[in-house]
């Protein structure tokens, strides 16, 4: 995933890479979803601010809005989730294409949507149980959170074609909402083969369930 930080969105894309010469990789950035709020005095384009609020080893966390009214955003380097907490805001999804829904769980509380921008993303969304998801317009989602909750996370399948994996999605839902907090990196000196071997750590919060394990 890629994502661009604006003072009233967070941009996502999910894009190909290609080799233009040797020994470079390099990839455009095309977005495929736009991630913004309504409510309060959330900023409209194009105003507000996008900052770091915080980070770990291979995560960070932006603020965008201002500071009564923001979306906080939990990127990590690597993991086919974004993480959304919104204060005193409402989130919606807004698309460049029109997105077709591939599938909706109620009970579950997700969305399944394929987007195509040139090359083909499928998104799931996952909300709190009881979230409705109102798809009147076909370049925008609005999901409707119970009372007192306030998040989503957005995971990105790996097909690249108009089929999806239903396992992946099934495995993806599994651990949803086990929202990373922090991420941590030690390392360790292995003196008898000089090796440095490093361990990965990831901090999580369960926001439904209890299901604390990530991808």
Known sequence: ???????????????TVTTPAANTIS???????EICATGGSFPAKPAGESRVDGYGDSSVRVRIGNDTNHI?????????????QFANCSPVINFPVTYTVEAVDTNVSFILVRVSTGFISHFAL????????????SIQIVPSLPPGSG??????LTSRDTSYSASELSLLR?????????????????????MVVATYTQQTKAMQGSETETL
């Open 151 to 156: 998040f989503v996370s957005v995971a990105v």
């Open 72 to 84: 906080t955003a939990t990127l990590v380097h690597g993991s086919p989730y974004t993480y959304l």
């Open 27 to 33: 990839t455009a950035f095309t977005k495929q979803m």
């Open 1 to 15: 995933l890629c994502f661009y930080a604006k003072g009233w969105a967070l941009e996502l894309s999910y894009p």
């Open 174 to 194: 599994d651990h949803a909402f086990a929202f990373v907090t922090n991420t941590v990196v030690n390392f360790s000196l292995q003196r008898t083969n000089s």
């Open 126 to 137: 996952f909300a709190p149980s009881g979230t409705t998801w109102n798809t009147s317009n």
